[in-house]
């Protein structure tokens, strides 16, 4: 059974970072293409960062430069670094695998920027 669960979200001040984590059992995560989304309220949800098994890296224009994903192989796990918040930044965000076996959601984490 797979599971994939995000951490590492919170409540900051504009201008403020956080590092998002995304864990996973079931899956080697290398192996997959690993998105991470967001759904703000009333929004559709988004892609903002997606890394592949090949390493190739992809941002959102509204993130580029602010947003750093990255992979840890020997952890399992992928990473958001998310920098220079805004509150248009505010949303409940997602980790998504996706590969051969299908597609794996976790279940989000909240990121809120409020002054």
């Known amino acids: 059974q797979v599971h994939v669960v995000e951490s590492g979200g919170g409540e900051v001040q504009p201008g403020g970072s956080l590092r998002l984590s995304c864990a996973a059992s079931?899956?080697?995560?290398?192996?997959?293409?690993m998105g991470w989304y967001r759904q703000a309220l009333g929004n559709q949800r988004e892609l903002v960062a997606q890394?592949?098994?090949?390493?190739?890296?992809y941002y959102a224009d509204t993130v580029k430069g602010r947003f750093t994903i990255s992979r840890n192989g020997a952890a399992n796990t992928v990473s958001l670094q998310i920098s220079t918040l805004n509150p248009v930044d505010t949303a409940v965000y997602y980790c998504?695998?996706?590969?051969?076996?299908?597609?794996?959601w976790g279940q989000g984490t909240q990121v809120t920027v409020s002054s």
């Open positions: 079931g899956i080697i995560l290398s192996a997959y293409t």
């Open positions: 890394i592949n098994r090949y390493g190739n890296i």
């Open positions: 998504q695998a996706r590969g051969s076996s299908g597609v794996y």
